[in-house]
């Protein structure tokens, strides 16, 4: 023990220490670096990585705010996929929403933010406030509860019949069968967001010296010019967008209810995010909701690895 | 400070023109699709009520007023709480939150950016993992936190959790990494200067750009915040949630509702075009490694 003392006080280089020792040396060295992160740091624990942890430990228990709550081990997990069918109807709501939007969102941020780049700077700024600008105006996308209005005031159903295709107004937003449809239109047009933006940036930082290079190499047109330089190049901000489209396309639940109410009729659009709402913020049965908020929380980190996985293999 | 290649010339290597007529037109198809009912939002809040009410409805309005506008003061001066109180509710969580976001985003990003101590690696790769889950899964156990710390229906409930972003750290994090020479840093620290004064002094106005890029950012989503889970007592709720409370009244507010938007609207889209380059600037730095 004196022997490790002694070690410490001398001037030394890192072999005399052992590892442990090190890295205490290096943590006092580095006190201010602790410092200034620690505010962050501490916030972020408490508002995003302990909810994660209460939230697999709430989901064992049939905790609801008001009773000592009990472990009944994986019983909210058996009632949810074994008794909840409505849960099971979200799930599946939530995979198609979030399969269509996700990727439909993440390929037209990067085919637009390309196009877009083709463009003259001055042009170009417009075209993306024109494209961006859904996605920070709040609820803008209650616009569309007047397009798709139910009766023949509706913008949609009024042109319709006056153009005589339809004889009576179609309740769009209360119908079954347009309403997913229509939501996932909705969504899109607001989803060109912190992807899009990325891209958008991505496109400009590329070396304009690698273009010259590569027409001299037998490049022929902006195609090619596309898949063998620019994404190569611009695979960390393609990652970044990815993640970004992921996580967007789970957090629709406010525009969705924003057009068709909650629940929606016959829970045709209820995802997996309303359930969550329903059994955390109504009912308060938390251990029940913690349980849906854990096979959320895994949904997504899947679909953000496998994801990750896909776009390592862009232009290879 | 990495810069921008800003594109002088249209480049003509490897660019057909049907390839050119192809991509402007998706482009003209798209852009209509996202500013036409942002068009229409606009000038529904113009028409007055009959023209709402036509039948065949039309898409342009032809007598524009501001009727629509003075309607929605008017109930807005009629509500039970006050709607300065509103106003002020926005403001103020807004205001605080986007300034301690921005404050300890920064000092987190500069010391994992720019300085060595173990554990930071892991530290930042927490922040990156939470990128990848949306906020609702930790709304209803925040619930549960915010009631054992006494923060339910209290302005803190809404501001502390906003000051502490994973986007805004990842944001600084990424820029000052590339936008800040060390070596500046270093002959600073050689002339004597405190970690705290580096940071602040020489490092902060460097990432301009960043902070500027995250007010803009954090602002909008404390802006667009509407009804929240954790207040209840209506003097501390938002504008947002005001505003819409008001609009749903009924389906004569038609008008009023539009209107509304329109306000709401307006203040981040104009945030937006004042900062738009510093933004891009930002976002190219904002790539994640495999």
Aim: a positive charge; one cysteine or more.
């Amino acid at each position: 023990m004196s022997q490790k003392t002694e070690a410490v006080k001398r001037p030394v280089s890192r072999k005399d220490m052992t590892k442990w020792q090190w890295t205490w040396k290096e943590m006092k060295a580095n006190k201010t670096g602790y410092f200034l992160l620690a505010p962050f740091y501490i916030i972020f624990f408490i508002f995003t990585v302990l909810p994660v942890i209460l939230s697999i430990l709430f989901s064992l228990t049939d905790f609801n705010m008001l009773e000592m709550p009990h472990i009944i081990w994986f019983d909210n997990y058996i009632r949810l996929f074994l008794d909840d069918d409505i849960f099971l109807l979200s799930v599946k709501n939530t995979l198609v929403f979030a399969a269509i939007t996700g990727p439909g969102s993440y390929l037209l941020s990067l085919i637009l933010a390309w196009f877009i780049n083709e463009l003259p700077s001055k042009i170009r700024a417009l075209m993306t406030l024109i494209f961006y600008a859904p996605s920070i105006s709040g609820n803008i996308y209650l616009v569309w509860t007047y397009i798709f209005s139910a009766d023949s005031h509706g913008f949609l159903n009024g042109t319709l019949i006056n153009l005589g295709l339809i004889t009576t107004p179609i309740a769009w937003l209360k119908d079954t069968d347009y309403i997913m449809p229509i939501v996932i239109i909705v969504a899109l047009w607001t989803s060109l967001g912190t992807s899009f933006l990325t891209f958008i940036a991505g496109f400009q930082v590329v070396d304009r010296s690698l273009y010259e290079a590569a027409a001299v190499d037998g490049v022929k047109n902006r195609w090619q010019e596309l898949w063998y330089i620019t994404l190569p190049y611009m695979r960390p901000q393609m990652l970044f967008g990815a993640v970004m489209a992921i996580t967007q396309s789970f957090g629709f639940g406010a525009v969705i209810t924003g057009l068709v109410g909650f629940p929606s009729p016959e829970y045709c659009a209820h995802t997996i995010m309303h359930h969550l709402e329903d059994y955390g913020n109504t009912r308060f049965e938390m251990g029940y909701a913690s349980t849906i908020a854990v096979v959320l929380f895994f949904l997504m980190i899947g679909s953000n690895m496998l994801v990750r996985k896909i776009l390592g293999k862009v232009g290879k | 400070m990495a810069k921008l290649h800003i594109r002088k010339s249209n480049h003509a290597l490897n660019r057909s023109l049907g390839g050119d007529i192809g991509i402007n037109t998706v482009l003209l198809i798209f852009g209509a699709f996202m500013f036409l009912p942002m068009l229409y939002t606009i000038l529904q809040s113009l028409k007055p009520l009959d023209e709402l009410w036509q039948f065949p409805p039309r898409f342009f309005v032809r007598s524009p007023t501001l009727n629509n506008f003075k309607t929605l003061f008017n109930l807005m001066s009629t509500s039970w709480v006050p709607f300065s109180r509103y106003i002020f509710n926005t403001a103020f969580v807004s205001v605080l939150g986007t300034f301690g976001n921005v404050m300890l985003s920064s000092a987190a990003a500069y010391s994992l950016a720019k300085m060595k101590f173990p554990g930071k690696e892991v530290l930042f790769q927490i922040v990156v993992y939470s990128l990848m889950f949306h906020t609702t899964v930790t709304a209803i156990t925040n619930f549960f936190t915010m009631s054992v710390l006494h923060m339910i229906d209290t302005y803190w409930a809404r501001i502390i959790p906003a000051c502490a972003t994973s986007m805004g750290l990842y944001l600084m994090k990424q820029f000052m990494e590339t936008s800040v020479p060390t070596t500046v840093l270093e002959s600073a620290r050689l002339d004597g200067a405190s970690e705290m004064r580096v940071f602040w002094q020489i490092a902060m106005p460097m990432v301009k750009p960043a902070w500027l890029t995250l007010i803009v950012f954090c602002f909008k989503d404390l802006w667009n915040s509407g009804a929240s889970i954790y207040i209840y007592t209506e003097q501390y709720k938002s504008f947002n949630y005001a505003i819409q409370q008001i609009v749903t009244g009924g389906i004569s507010r038609q008008g009023a509702g539009a209107a509304s938007t329109v306000i709401m609207m307006l203040v981040p889209i104009l945030v937006f075009v004042i900062t738009q380059s510093n933004i891009i600037e930002t976002m190219s730095t904002s790539g994640m490694k495999d």
